[in-house]
């Protein structure tokens, strides 16, 4: 199947990767881009262990992450694939929840007690309240807010051949790459074949939501929130 890919970078090429060994042919298209926030400086905190909601974070962890401070700490994962980045980053000590924000929170807590403090590094948007639910647990964490994501305003060159030629389907990763691929398919004047003509393959029910809400005509979900899952849709 010709499949297109919107995540953005370096997710995206990893994706494609994996397409590509499961015989699809992939089209990189990223709709959403990665805009740097802020960055983790060791010297600003004494922390238990770093958690991640997602592999762009660590773009946060940048140009720190061969510094001991941060290399050694435990890393708490929410999936597999965040987990797999932070390893090709360098870190050695990396736990995958294989899951949700809600798995991630009961991993971290059957970890560690207490008043453990963690350094929480995620996105302008995150779904669900991980930090409110460890504080509830009456951990400290702190909440850094490294990046955003900024969707394209048309569809890029390569998303809008597709959809003018030969697409079987598209991946979705998040609700927010949905919308804001529903939102460039719109600018481009491409709505209509954007929601009928592929199908959408979505990580999760809450992925999928916009897309529903705009009438797109074949969606399927995931049976589980993350990338295998996703891949194995496809198949």
Known sequence: MRI???RPQPGAAQTAR?????????????????????????????WDAILLTSANALCGIGKFASRRELRDLPIFAVGDATAKTARDNGFT?????????????D?????????????????????GDLAGALRAQNFEVDLVVAYRL????????????????????????????AAA??????????????????VH???????????RAAGAANIRVA??????GLLELCD
């Open 93 to 105: 000590n990396v736990t995958s929840a294989d899951g949700n924000v809600d798995d991630l929170a």
């Open 18 to 46: 994996a397409l590509r060994e499961r015989g699809h042919e992939p089209i990189v298209a990223p709709i959403l881009q990665i805009e740097i926030l802020a960055e983790i400086d060791p010297d600003t905190g004494s």
């Open 4 to 6: 297109l890919v919107t």
């Open 150 to 177: 900024v969707g394209a305003k048309l569809l890029p060159e390569p998303a809008a051949a597709a959809l003018g030629g030969n697409i079987d389907g598209v991946l979705h990763f998040s609700r927010q790459s």
């Open 201 to 211: 393959f979505c990580m999760s029910e809450q992925v999928a939501a916009p897309l």
């Open 107 to 127: 991993l971290v807590g059957s970890r560690l007690k207490p008043p453990a403090r963690f350094l929480y590094v995620a996105g302008e948007e995150r779904a």
């Open 223 to 228: 049976a589980g929130p993350d990338e295998q």
């Open 181 to 198: 691929f529903i939102n460039a398919a719109r600018n481009s004047r491409l709505l209509e074949v954007a929601l009928n003509k592929p």
